[in-house]
Every structure is written in structure tokens, then in C-alpha cells.
């Protein structure tokens, strides 16, 4: 059994793709419908910001285990332009670009863990991650 | 992945099929206010029972469209939410609001047909 994928993220297509693959690995780990849902809608939101903002990364998905636990671990790679204030990123109703800035936040909100690295002219690396319940 | 848009007597009603990509939005978007014009409709049903997920872009296009159309003088009613999209919107702090929903599209229909009535007793 494939318990790793990484998606390309180049077009607007990918995000789609990107989505379902992650509910496809996730299926199988003990997720509910709802959080299945959620984990979906998360990849959609931080790949739509590699699109937008850097135009191209990668999406890792990976089915990762703690004891009992299993879950979904979720990186979002991208070499773009970079977020000069993350904390600020973080905050509902900012965007820099015409969205909602809905966008990180909400994937914060959807998911168990989250962490963003972001270099100015580098590029910004999104962690999540999931527990089954 | 293009939306179906069926013309029926005063309304439009698109039924997604299908999981979205931004750019399918869009057009849906443009489409509808287009035809909107184009036909005279009075409402719109959007049938979004089929969608996979509500993100932030699909939500704000949603929101988009039942304000240019309401713009317009149509009415605009997104049927066909279901749970697990309602829980996710919710904690992603998407609401909707001010726009109509109906549980699916038979009250969809009503609702626009309430609303002609009331319009018309005015």
C-alpha cells in the first residue's frame, strides 16, 4: 500500500487533484466523512496558494502513526516570492491578493496541527496534520 | 469542468456535476449573470450537492454570483449543501451570509416561487 504521495502543483487543475488524492490516503486511516471533508478543503486552500502566489510547488501527503494514532500529514512546498509577515497571514480576513485571506487560517482551524516557515524570496512551507479519532 | 445550465420558464438552475477547479467557477460566474440578462430570469438555483468541497474561493464566487445577480433583479438560492461541507464551512468561518439556501433543489424552488409571490402582492 502507497502511503506517500507527492503532487506537483502547477495549475489550477492540480488543486483539485491534489484534494482528492489526500482523501484517497486518508480514507483508509479511521477518518469520518466530516474530517475527510476537512482535510480536503485544507488542501485546497494551501494549494491554491501555491497557484496563486508562488505558481508552482509541491504538495506531500503522508499517512504517519504515533502509538495508536494514525493520521495525515500534509506539506505544502513552494520556491515563490515568500510571505514577509506570517503572523499577519495568520489572521482572518487578510489577503494580499483578491481572496478572502480565509485561506491559511481556516486550514489552521481544520486541522490538529499547523506550521508555517516562510522566507522572503525563498519560499513558504506549510505543515498540517490530522488525527484520526 | 463546464456547469450545466438549464433553462426553466422564469429561472436558471445549474446543477454542478462535479468537483470545481477555480477557473470552472469563474465561468460558471460569468455565465449566469450573462444568462441571467440574456433570459430575463427572476431566480437562479445553484445545486451545489455534488461539489466536494466549499473552500474560500468557491464560497466567495458563490457569494459573488447571488450579488451580481441580485443586481440584476434575480434572486439567487444555493441548494444541495450537505453536512460534512456545512461542518467544514462553519469551522473555516464561511457562512454565507445573506445569501438564500434550500435543503435541495425541490425547495429551491419554492422558495423562489415564495418570493415571486411576495413580490407580485406587493
Known sequence: ?????????????DVVSARRQGRTLAEPLGFSSSELTFIATA???VARN??????QGTILLRCVREGDKRGLLIVACDH????????????????????????????????????????????????MRKWAR | ?????????????????????DD?????????????RQFRSRGVIIDVTALDVMDSFASRTLRHIAYMTRLLGAQTVIVGIQPDIAFSMVQLGLTLEGIETALDLEEGLMC??????????R
Request: charged letters at 20%.
Open chain 1, 1 to 13: 500500500m502507497t502511503d506517500e504521495v507527492r503532487v506537483p502543483i502547477n495549475a489550477d487543475s
Open chain 1, 43 to 45: 488542501i485546497s486552500e
Open chain 1, 50 to 55: 501555491i497557484v496563486r502566489y508562488a505558481g
Open chain 1, 80 to 127: 515563490g516570492p515568500g510571505i514577509a509577515d506570517v503572523v499577519q497571514a495568520m489572521q482572518d480576513g487578510y489577503s494580499t491578493s483578491d481572496s478572502l485571506g480565509m485561506g491559511l487560517p481556516g486550514a489552521r482551524r481544520l486541522m490538529d496541527a499547523f506550521d508555517i516557515v516562510s522566507e522572503v524570496g525563498k519560499g513558504t512551507r506549510v505543515s
Open chain 2, 1 to 21: 469542468m463546464q456547469v450545466p445550465i438549464l433553462k426553466q420558464g422564469g429561472y436558471l438552475i445549474a446543477s454542478i456535476q462535479d468537483a470545481l477547479t
Open chain 2, 24 to 36: 470552472d467557477l469563474a465561468h460558471l460566474q460569468t455565465a449566469l449573470v450573462r444568462q441571467v
Open chain 2, 112 to 121: 423562489l416561487a415564495r418570493q415571486g409571490r411576495y413580490n407580485r402582492d
